[in-house]
């Protein structure tokens, strides 16, 4: 068996369940760059481990060396792991290989896993829907395989908007938003390394990070939203670490 798992957002409290029981009896695990050394520590001591994270400009060729790698380990051993940061079907390629894997005739279960879309604002206290402020949210990808996404008219007008991989382009997006009438006003945050022990959050307007003045280091989530601006997370009992507000 195959098994496509989420690790969630790096806290291993926030593996699931079966996630955990996959980890703890994989043979083989062949594992993302994102995956927290917390997580890490769970899997199955005499497991091999193969890393196949990918870092900028050998994304294509390390992708094309997974699938062979899987069917290789998986006709070999009992439980092969493909784990993936975050969910494995959220901006992690796990559509396209679950398709490859029933192509090639590979029996293949999906472990969801617990999305940082979802994970950082949560932490952070800020919720994606709200009564009477944020009826819709979306998830979008702020560097696609073709770059910077050029058009953010449908962007412009989701209540609250997650933007993953959007770091390096932030002034960009923000500029391009506020040019599709989102108001340059709005409360953002972004969520650095959200549940690990280094997680860092800043607040500021979609404005500000359009000209340029907020710092922020990937990999982050970037929430954008009247829903940032309820502030629930900065009177949680447990203060935000690091938490920045410009
Ligand atoms: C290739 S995508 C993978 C997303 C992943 N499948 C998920 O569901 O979280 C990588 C991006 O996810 C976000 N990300 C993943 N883990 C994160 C974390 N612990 N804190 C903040 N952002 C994170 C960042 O935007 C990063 O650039």
């Known amino acids: 068996m195959i098994y496509l798992v989420g690790a969630g957002p790096g806290d291993p409290d926030l593996l699931t369940v079966k996630a955990l029981r996959v980890l703890e009896k994989a043979d083989v695990v062949l594992c993302d760059r994102l995956i927290s050394a917390e997580v890490m520590a769970c899997i199955n001591p005499r497991a091999t ?10 994304q294509c060729e390390k992708q094309r060396q997974i699938i062979p790698l899987l069917l290789y380990y998986g006709a070999r051993h009992e439980t092969v792991v493909r784990l993936k940061s975050g969910d494995p079907m959220v901006f992690a390629r796990g559509g396209e290989e679950l398709a490859d894997l029933l192509d090639a005739g590979c029996e293949v279960e999906v472990v969801p896993g617990i999305s940082s879309a979802l994970a950082a604002p949560e932490l952070a206290g800020i919720p994606l829907t709200y009564r009477e402020v944020a009826r819709s949210f979306a998830i979008v990808t702020g560097h696609g395989r073709d770059g910077l996404l050029q058009d953010w008219t449908a962007y412009a007008r989701i209540d ?6 959007g770091v390096k382009h932030r002034a960009e997006i923000a500029a391009r938003l506020i040019a599709a009438g989102r108001n340059a006003g709005q409360p953002i945050a972004f969520i650095e390394r959200a549940s690990t022990p280094n997680e860092r959050r800043v607040y500021a307007t979609l ?8 710092e922020a280091e990937a990999p982050a989530v970037w929430i954008a939203g009247e829903v940032v601006g309820l502030s629930l997370g900065l009177s949680m009992t447990k203060p935000p670490s690091g938490a920045q507000r410009i």
């Open 49 to 58: 481990l193969i890393d196949v994270g990918k870092e900028e400009g050998q």
């Open 160 to 165: 609250t908007l997650i933007i993953l991989m």
């Open 207 to 214: 404005g500000q990070v359009a000209e340029g003045m907020v």
